[in-house]
């Protein structure tokens, strides 16, 4: 189909009815897009007008100028003189997840919707699985991580009416944020990829937050299938709130013998891993592109989500050996030294202590021979309330099996740990990160390999800014 036969993504009066709104201004064209934000706004797109840290009704005005075809906005939005076409409504928000409805309803019935949830690897077992759908017919899913009450409904508005295949992030601070945003996206299939201390200060237990992840469930189509992580110590309590949602299987994945989809053997490298498995029922070899032990237990989930939504497993694993950690969450970086490289690995995403752990357990994939000493840069883990003390020190074992050398750390709870680490480990310790760079800067040296890690809260991010502009880029390793 030639490129301007392509059907927009909604007509003018589809979506108008979609939105259940009222069209105000000149009649407008269709809409080849929805949009949040004027920033990443392009022509033709219907702009949305949310409420969050600050009001969109204020850049309506910037959206036409960037060439939006309509703007979403409220009833009481008092509009400038000429503006575009209006789509007026009670509540934009509310709209926008009618909207969302909308197209999930127009999917063809063989269409398949996957939603992915866990306490950590939800945004990297999403993008595996479009990376490895992709080959198999029309993909679509969510970007970056947008998973939360505006990010599902914005992710399902912008999805298109011939969509094989949806992949739907769904995160949550708190119980109760889940079970609307899944029946919203009604998946066929549904992963729990983990369950760890995460938000916990928001939480009286992990079994709580076991309990809020189970509500990805509540959508669940008949005859869906739960994917659940056998290794993990939730696990029963998943299946049994995945029985009662009405789940027609519970298929496992882990490195447990009972697992449906399970690691045979894997073969860590700093550039990868090879992976032999059984997934649920064939076996499969394949080359996972990322290194660290947490992409080789998501990818049996991601196998499983693709074998069950009607893809050939063996094509989809090949996209696999593509996959690179991505900026803040695992990538690596060879910056030029004198003498030699160092490889800094970028995981000033966000922490809390399973993703914190792994990035430790990755980190060690790193050749000792290549890069004979082992830096971690960790600031505080956010959010796990009377607990994070006790979590930060509980890092320690992480540390020494990883073989950390020097430990750089910020924030008043990783005090704690700099405090209980041995001291030949201890390199500095900064009540912010800000108060690392300089001694952090002068440390690094050709052989090393830093490793940056903390909530963002922490403010990691622009340490590894420092380090990047310190040193000239050698190439990606």
Not at 91 to 107: F, K, Q, V, W
Not at 183 to 205: D, Y
Not at 433 to 447: F, H, M, S, T, V
Request: hydrophobic letters at 50%.
């Amino acid at each position: 189909m030639a490129e301007t036969d392509t059907p927009p993504l909604w007509r003018l009066d589809a979506l108008l009815a979609a939105a259940g709104g009222r069209l105000e201004g000149p009649p407008g064209g269709d809409i080849a897009g929805v949009s949040i934000d004027t920033r990443t706004l392009q022509p033709g797109d219907l702009f949305v007008a949310l409420k969050a840290e600050r009001d969109g009704h204020d850049f309506v005005a910037s959206a036409f100028a960037r060439g939006a075809a309509a703007a979403l906005v409220a009833e009481t939005f008092a509009a400038p003189p000429g503006i575009g076409p209006l789509i007026r409504v009670a509540d934009p928000l509310a709209a926008l997840e009618a909207i969302g409805r909308a197209a999930r309803t127009r999917l063809h019935p063989g269409a398949r919707v996957i939603a992915v949830t866990g306490s950590v690897g939800k945004t990297g077992t999403k993008e595996a699985l479009r990376s490895c759908l992709a080959l198999a017919g029309p993909t679509h899913a969510s970007e970056k991580s947008y998973n939360n009450q505006w990010g599902v409904p914005l992710t399902l508005a912008r999805m298109p009416a011939g969509t094989r295949f949806a992949i739907l992030e769904i995160g949550m601070n708190h119980s109760g944020e889940i079970t609307p945003l899944s029946r919203m996206a009604r998946p066929h299939l549904a992963i729990v990829t983990t369950v760890a201390p995460v938000h916990i200060e928001f939480f009286a237990s992990e079994t709580a937050i076991a309990d809020a992840k189970a509500e990805i469930f509540a959508g669940l189509e008949p005859g869906g299938v739960a994917i659940l992580n056998r290794d993990n110590p939730h696990f029963d309590r998943l299946a049994a709130h995945a029985r009662e949602a009405g789940a027609a299987r519970i298929l496992a994945f882990g490195s447990a013998a009972q697992a449906d989809a399970r690691v045979v053997a894997a073969t860590p490298s700093a550039g990868g891993t090879r992976v032999e498995a059984v997934i649920d029922g064939e076996p499969l070899a394949y080359r996972i592109g990322a290194p660290g032990t947490h992409y080789v237990m998501n990818s049996l989930a991601v196998l499983a989500a693709v074998k069950l939504a009607g893809a050939d497993i063996a094509t989809a694993a090949r996209a696999l050996a593509d996959i690179a950690a991505p900026v803040g969450r695992g990538a690596r970086t060879r910056l030029a030294a004198p003498g030699g490289t160092i490889l800094l690995i970028d995981e000033s995403y966000n922490a809390n202590p399973a993703s914190v752990g792994a990035a430790l357990a990755a980190m060690a994939t790193a050749s000792r021979t290549e890069f004979p000493r082992r830096i971690a840069v960790l600031g505080d883990m956010r959010e796990l309330g009377a607990r994070s003390d006790a979590l930060h020190v509980g890092l320690l074992p992480a540390l020494e099996a990883a073989g950390i050398d020097r430990l750089f750390a910020s924030g008043p709870h990783m005090r704690t740990l700099f405090d209980a680490v041995p001291a030949t480990m201890r390199a500095l310790h900064a009540p912010e990160a800000a108060g690392l760079e300089a001694e952090l800067l002068a440390a690094l040296r050709a052989g090393d390999v830093v490793m940056v890690k903390g909530s963002l809260g922490s403010r990691m991010g622009p340490l590894v800014e420092a380090i990047r502009k310190h040193f000239a880029d050698a190439g990606a390793g």
